[in-house]
């Protein structure tokens, strides 16, 4: 199946500092890459959807000057948190889909856990 | 509004039967999913159905009828190791994923 890669695994910050995760699909060409939130004992919480070379569409509720969203190429997109608060620590997890195959089925990353203090 | 149901918590037996159900309303369906999560893990894919019926896969098998918006999630010969989250998901006219809450399975010995 396919792969989905993020770095880092897990992240500790002071507050007021920015932090980045990486999503790449290591063996196919990504046309949409989803991060999502979760925070404990809660459902996955969709952020933002990105279209390769197009900007983000972000979720109800969700800054996109708080959480930058780059998707420069068909294998990777980043997530920026800006000026990280301790409200911010989840566990962040993105995925990715192309439009082949039978279904547009997502392939998880592992997650990155941040931890603000 | 767009809704994805299933029970909070379910408690089997190892060596058992279980069954998981998800009820949904959403805008459009082209599929429901299951996956499992592992405490601290990301969601691992389970099954995908688009069409009424049952759809096995070794101890696992999940069901749909569209007309009824229900889905379950059937794992047999439980194991200990099949303690975790499961989600149901389902794709909407967008293609995106709405999610269930997840319903915590545990397995007693």
């Known amino acids: 199946g396919a792969v989905v890669s993020q770095h880092p695994s897990w992240v500790i910050c002071k507050s007021g500092t920015s932090v980045k995760i990486e999503c790449r699909s290591l063996?196919?060409?990504?046309?949409?890459m989803f991060w999502y939130r979760q925070f404990p004992k809660q459902s996955l919480m969709l952020m933002a959807t990105s279209n390769e070379g197009s900007k983000a569409t972000y979720e109800q509720g969700v800054e996109k000057d708080k959480f930058l969203i780059n998707h420069a190429s068909l294998t990777l997109s980043t997530l920026t948190v800006t000026s990280a608060h301790p409200e911010d620590s989840s566990f962040y997890i993105c995925s990715a889909s192309n439009l082949e195959g039978d279904y547009n089925e997502q392939f998880f990353g592992p997650g990155t856990r941040l931890t603000v203090l | 509004g767009q809704n994805i149901d299933q029970p909070t918590e379910m408690t089997a037996t190892e060596g058992a039967i279980v069954q998981i159900n998800c009820t949904y309303q959403?805008?459009?369906?082209?599929?429901l999913f299951w996956y499992q999560q592992h405490a601290g893990e990301a969601p691992t894919f389970l099954s995908y159905n688009v069409l009424d019926g049952l759809e096995e896969k070794g101890r696992f098998s999940s069901f749909l009828s569209r007309s009824k918006g229900y889905s379950y999630l059937l794992l047999k010969e439980l194991q200990m190791k099949d303690s975790a989250s499961y989600l149901c998901?389902?794709?909407?006219?967008?293609?995106?994923?709405?999610w269930g809450a997840g319903t915590k399975l545990i397995i007693k010995p």
């Open positions: 998901a389902v794709q909407d006219s967008n293609y995106q994923l709405i």
């Open positions: 959403t805008s459009g369906f082209n599929g």
């Open positions: 063996d196919f060409q990504a046309t949409t």
